[in-house]
């Protein structure tokens, strides 16, 4: 049972960090719906060099800098070139299915390393995103640069005539959104499921995005969040630990995405919007068009 | 951290030290600006602003003001002319280095991000604050700017609650704060309510005695100017046709300047021949987008033939009365019949369908779609009418003749029918949305706004266009914010305020104070 | 920006004409395929070679030609699934599970025919393949219908719902066709059972005849957006939503409309690929790498611009490079998955060039 809920917070780490990315990147009015195209290739360029060159920081590095990489990709599409947000998310999503299916399938099967050690059961990872959740929150909150992504999230124009340059802020925020995803693909790849297969990311790129708009764009409640989804997904690989016999293992396995549909009704319907619906970044999606 | 004296403020300090009353503080020289295909803006604009005075810029839309104000602001940049800025050549290739220094802006539409406090706007992109807010001293020092300019202002209230005025009041704070020595103010009472505007006004007079030069900018609200500027300067088409001292002028001579011909201030109506009621609403209560109470049990009953004026200030709710009769907002209570039938559960298409017509005053975002084609717009409200569609199928040579007749009649300027709608004028684009909900005769028509950022000859045109729809029997709901044009129009007037309508007054009883005093502050005609 | 003399400036388009934009299209497809052409140097074989090979195969080797045509009638139904919606501007990347429904209530009506037993159960093909057919399409329209409903109901994003409903139905045919699921092929193999011989579609010269349902829909939904008042309001909701809710629209009745259109056209690919395709008339083991091919339609209609009948042509093209790609693949000793990294390459070109859809550059002298 122990073994169950430290695996719980192993996988809500990875929902996080993704997920805690997308929310800074969100905040800043730019919405990337292909955090699992970034995560893919985080995942699959990660557990490639990991694989071939036995080292774990090298495959962390190449996740965080092709998801850095993937994110520049995304601001200059949408940002400069002013492309629809969506297209352009949906263009690095299938970019990432696409590559990384090709290029992977060469290495399916095991990593085949020792695994990365942990503390008290946990990975050292999962400390660390609880530790990004307060700096992001307390940055987001508290200080100038916070300010800037909040304005230029909420009201592009208005920042532009404060001073503040929109273009700078949100690549600074797309930059940073891909790279936490790319370093959360590879942590999926190297350490929670560190077999390479086709699409094994399951769309938990696709779930973080759906974190995001759980959160209200919170950090702190983002993190409740991917806890509740990274114990549902355990659950569903585990059913037998509370209902054993109920569903077959197939059935169990579409909790989890069954939840993540029921929650993002939760979210839209009228109740819900009238008392915690306020905190969407108004310009979200939206090109900053100068008049 | 606050405290840290940075190169932004010593810009502004330092430049801006001893600066003598009367003193030019910015001429604009020679200031030309054109835009692709061929159209001149600004046609060697000179101007100057001195210490301790206001200096109103007085255009109609189109005569080059807003481009001017850019120019000003760094948001444009000019072809030919210089600025100077105590006789310094300057040039700002962006708003910030017009903020640094030290030209402030006042916007029409507020530029301040409503989801955050009053004290973030004022903070945001201010030089001091880097890294961790100091949230404390900022807002002490925010407080005392506030107090000496003789605002009461929440720092932690969201801007999104405040009024208008609270909302002018940040802005002007926020641009002080920030060290503005110059400020420009785009239509700076258009949406104030007569206290207001009375706050306003003080609040500007304490700049000027502080060695400050205000510039405000005034499409045709013409006795603001007598109130307060002590000079005036006339644009049209993009050329200064004069700068006066106010005190040496009169309102005829201004309208006269503007729009370079004698204008007369009315339109003459008809009189009324009241038919059978057409809409009758009943204690009709709603909410707005933020849940908030929107229209508080209000009634009426409207007859055809018959002008219901709607008079007041932005956000008072006429726009949810426009949309609770046109069936896009609920009514929590009350009821709403037409023709002596109850809609009140109605759906939108129904109501259409039933024979009323709504003109929003978002024209562009509801109005209109802007990658249609005008066919496609006209369409917007002939989709389901049997006469245009048959077996699901559109009638398009119908509608396409439909469309040409609206352009013909209401003198759309376009090269064709084919065009999409985003590449009309904003007066154009109006009428092609009157003139195709007009085009239904419906026997109710809402005009929400109608003449809102129409110069003033597509205004007449459009104010013609609903008074003939009242002469062909249909009733008419006008909502608007310009008391003349209530007055002009009405046979009845709804002032509103805060979701009511305070008293319904019958045109010829009604007078600009009354109603003036109403809109502002809820006053009944008893204890006026 | 200034160059040597020159001024670049961009500038917003007001319009585009119809040609400019099928010339970008056609332009962002050309530099997609060359870019490709790495992907082939890379597993050290030439470009020119290459391509010459895939396309020898897809269009020039009867059997290959046959291969193509059955692909071209998959991509452009997934194609339409996924445009339909995108005209009223919602996004269906949901044609994957409305693909695995269909397929299990397709094959739900062969089962419920006693069609499971054995493949030489002689059940009538024209009472039966209507009835599948109609089933598959109910099956898909329904899965679709789920996220159009919750859009139109709560406005709840449809892009993560058809997301999640993949996956949903990905794990039930799984449950379906596995592990003595009602579907399971009584061989054990973890894979659907057989489709009785005497239900299998009549072919044209080798290729279904779901080949007439799909150009026949071609003119259906190029009517359907050209002339009729449905298409109309769809269009009018995905280019002003706003607008079409002022003008009376039903705006929820339309996001469900075209979710149900979209995946009943995405059951009838169902039906297409798991019953009618010569070689595979059963839920495959691996059908998910079929599924995660509708992800295509998503290119093809972007190409297209969310144009029924453009879609043919761009659609039969990918058909062929899928198919022939495949036989690349095999050919000249490259990894398994070639046509999927074809459409990451051009799905990320095409986004690069609907840049020029909006705005212009212009060069001229400073």
Redesign the interface.
């Known amino acids: 049972m122990l073994a169950f809920f430290l695996r719980s917070l192993e996988a809500a780490m990875i929902f996080t960090f993704a997920g805690v990315g997308e929310l800074v990147d969100q905040r800043g009015g730019v919405l990337n719906?292909g955090v699992e195209g970034i995560m893919l290739f985080g995942a699959t360029l990660g557990f490639i060099v990991t694989k071939t060159t036995g080292s774990y920081t090298l495959g962390f590095v190449v996740g965080v800098l092709v998801g850095a990489l993937l994110g520049l990709?995304h601001a200059f599409?949408s940002v400069t070139?002013?492309?629809?947000q969506?297209?352009?998310g949906?263009?690095?999503w299938?970019?990432?299915?696409?590559?990384t299916?090709?290029?992977g399938?060469?290495y399916t099967g095991p990593l085949g390393l020792e695994r990365l050690p942990t503390i008290g059961g946990l990975s050292p990872f999962f400390f660390v995103a609880v530790a990004l959740v307060g700096v992001v929150w307390f940055v987001l909150d508290k200080t100038s640069w916070g300010l800037a992504v909040r304005s230029v999230g909420e009201a592009p124009d208005v920042a532009d005539v404060s001073g503040i340059s929109v273009t700078r802020i949100r690549y600074a925020c797309t930059i940073f959104g891909g790279a936490l995803a790319g370093f959360a693909g590879a942590l999926y790849a190297l350490y929670y499921n560190p077999v390479w297969n086709?699409?094994f990311l399951?769309?938990w790129g696709?779930?973080a995005?759906?974190l995001v708009?759980f959160s209200m764009w919170n950090p702190i409640l983002l993190l409740g969040g991917a806890i509740l989804f990274g114990t549902l997904w355990q659950l569903s690989l585990n059913p037998e630990l509370l209902l054993p016999g109920l569903f077959?293992?197939?059935?169990w396995?579409?909790v989890p995405?069954?939840v993540?549909?029921l929650v993002?009704?939760l979210i839209?319907?009228?109740w819900f919007r009238s008392r915690w619906g306020g905190a969407r970044p108004q310009a979200l999606g939206e090109p900053y068009?100068k008049e | 951290m606050f405290g840290r004296r940075t190169p932004a403020n010593d810009l502004a300090d330092e430049f801006w030290a001893n600066v003598q009353p009367g003193e030019v503080l910015l001429r604009a020289q020679g200031i030309t600006k054109r835009f692709?295909g061929g159209v001149v803006a600004n046609d060697h604009i000179d101007f100057e602003i001195r210490a301790q005075e206001v200096h109103a810029l007085l255009g109609e839309n189109g005569a080059g003001k807003t481009t001017l104000m850019s120019i000003l602001f760094g948001l444009l940049q000019p072809d030919e002319g210089e600025i100077y800025l105590r006789g310094h050549p300057v040039r700002f290739s962006s708003p910030q280095d017009a903020i640094r220094y030290g030209i402030g802006m006042v916007h029409q539409h507020r530029k301040l991000v409503p989801a955050h406090t009053v004290l973030e706007n004022i903070l945001l992109g201010h030089p001091k604050a880097r890294g961790v807010l100091n949230v404390r001293e900022a807002a002490e020092e925010v407080a005392a700017i506030a107090e000496m300019y003789g605002f009461n202002l929440d720092l932690y209230a969201r801007v999104w609650q405040l009024t208008e005025g609270e909302k002018q009041a940040v802005e002007i704070v926020k641009a002080l704060y920030r060290g503005a020595h110059i400020l420009i103010m785009d239509e700076p009472t258009s949406a104030l309510t007569p206290v207001e505007t009375d706050r306003l006004l003080e609040a500007i007079e304490r700049m000027t005695a502080n060695n400050l030069g205000v510039v405000p900018f005034i499409t045709h609200k013409m006795p603001i100017i007598f109130r307060i500027s002590d000079r005036v300067t006339i644009l049209r088409r993009g050329r200064v046709v004069a700068t006066l001292p106010t005190r040496d002028t009169n309102e005829r001579e201004l309208a006269q300047l503007l729009v370079g011909r004698e204008v007369l201030f009315d339109i003459q109506k008809p009189p009324a021949t009241p038919g059978d009621v057409v809409v009758e609403v009943e204690h009709v209560t709603a909410r707005n987008d933020k849940g908030g109470l929107a229209l508080n049990d209000v009634s009426f009953s409207l007859r055809a033939g018959q002008v219901l004026g709607v008079a007041g200030v932005a956000g008072n709710g006429q726009h949810e009365l426009a949309e609770v009769l046109?069936g896009?907002r609920p009514v929590e209570h009350g009821r709403i019949r037409f023709l002596g039938r109850d809609i009140t559960t109605a759906?939108?298409?129904?109501?259409?369908q039933l024979g009323i017509g709504?003109t929003?005053a978002?024209r562009t975002?509801?109005?209109?779609?802007?990658?249609?084609t005008l066919v496609?717009n006209v369409?917007?409200?002939y989709?389901?009418d049997e006469r245009y569609?048959q077996n699901?199928?559109?009638n398009?040579k119908k509608l396409r003749a439909l469309t040409e007749s609206i352009i013909e009649t209401y003198q759309v300027v376009t090269p064709s029918p084919d065009?999409?709608a985003?590449?009309l004028s904003g007066g154009n684009l109006q009428k092609v949305i009157m003139g195709r909900v007009l085009s239904r005769q419906p026997k109710l028509v809402i005009a929400n706004l109608p003449a809102q950022g129409l110069d003033i000859g597509a205004t007449e045109f459009v104010q013609r266009r609903l008074l003939d729809a009242r002469a062909a029997g249909a009733a008419v709901i006008l909502i608007s914010e310009d008391l003349d044009e209530i007055l002009m129009l009405s046979d009845i007037i709804a002032p509103m305020y805060e979701g009511r309508i305070v008293q319904l007054i019958p045109a010829e009883q009604a007078d600009k104070e009354t109603i003036g005093a109403m809109i502002a502050g809820g006053r009944t005609r008893a204890n006026a | 920006m200034t160059l040597t003399g020159y001024r670049i400036r961009v500038?917003?388009r007001?319009?585009l004409p119809a040609w400019e934009a099928a010339l970008f299209s056609l332009l962002a497809l050309v530099v997609g395929l060359f870019l490709f052409g790495f992907?082939f140097i890379f597993a050290d074989a030439s470009p020119q070679q290459a391509y010459r090979e895939i396309f020898r195969y897809a269009f020039f080797n009867p059997n290959g030609l046959r291969l193509s045509l059955s692909r071209f009638i998959f991509l452009t139904l997934c194609t339409y699934a996924f445009i339909v919606p995108l005209r009223a501007g919602e996004?269906n990347?949901g044609m994957t599970g409305q693909l695995y429904i269909g397929a299990l209530t397709g094959y739900g009506v062969v089962y419920l025919f006693g069609g499971k037993t054995s493949p030489n159960v002689p059940l009538s093909p024209w009472v039966v393949l209507p009835l599948m057919i109609g089933a598959s399409m109910l099956g898909g329209a329904l899965w679709g219908g789920i996220a159009g409903w919750?859009k139109g109901r709560?406005?709840?994003?449809e892009?993560?719902?058809t997301?999640?409903?993949?996956?949903?139905a990905f794990?039930?045919v799984?449950?379906t066709i596995?592990?003595g699921?009602i579907f399971m092929n009584p061989g054990g193999r973890g894979e659907g059972f057989t489709l009785p011989t005497s239900l299998r579609a009549p072919l044209i010269g080798g290729v279904p005849f779901t080949i007439l349902l799909v150009l026949g829909l071609a003119f259906g939904i190029d009517l359907l957006f050209r002339?009729?008042?449905?298409g109309?309001?769809i269009?009018?909701v995905g280019?002003?939503p706003?607008?079409?809710?002022?003008?009376?629209?039903?705006v929820p009745r339309i996001s469900l409309v075209v979710f149900l259109l979209g995946g009943a056209i995405a059951g009838l690919a169902a039906y297409h690929y798991f019953a009618a395709v010569p070689g595979v008339y059963k839920i495959a083991r691996d059908y998910?790498?079929i599924g995660?091919l509708a992800?295509f339609g998503?290119?093809c209609g972007?190409i297209a611009q969310g144009n029924a009948l453009a879609t043919l042509p761009v659609a039969l093209l990918f058909g062929g490079l899928s198919i022939g790609g495949r036989f690349a693949q095999g050919k000249l000793h490259l990894?398994?998955?070639?046509d999927?990294?074809?459409?990451?390459?051009l799905?990320?070109i095409?986004?690069?060039f609907?840049?020029f859809y909006?705005?212009r550059l212009i060069v001229d002298r400073a």
């Open positions: 719906v990709l599409f070139l002013r492309v629809d969506v297209v352009s949906m263009g690095i299938i970019f990432g299915f696409g590559i299916t090709y290029i399938s060469a086709y699409n399951m769309g696709f779930i995005l759906a708009f077959s293992r197939y059935i396995r579409t995405f069954i993540t549909i993002l009704v839209s319907t009228d068009v | 692709p046109a896009l759906s939108v298409l129904e109501r259409w709504y929003p978002e975002e509801v109005g209109s779609i802007g990658d249609f496609e369409t917007l409200n989709f389901w569609v699901g199928l559109l398009e065009v999409k985003k590449t | 500038v917003r007001a319009t992907v996004w990347i919750l709560w406005d709840v994003n892009i993560v719902v997301m999640m409903l993949n996956f949903i794990w039930i799984s449950h596995k592990d699921g002339r009729t008042s449905l109309y309001q269009r009018a280019l002003g706003k607008a079409a809710r002022y003008a009376g629209v039903n998910n790498t995660d992800f998503i290119i972007l990894g398994f998955g070639v999927y990294a074809l459409m990451g390459v799905m990320i095409l986004v690069a609907q840049f909006r705005y």
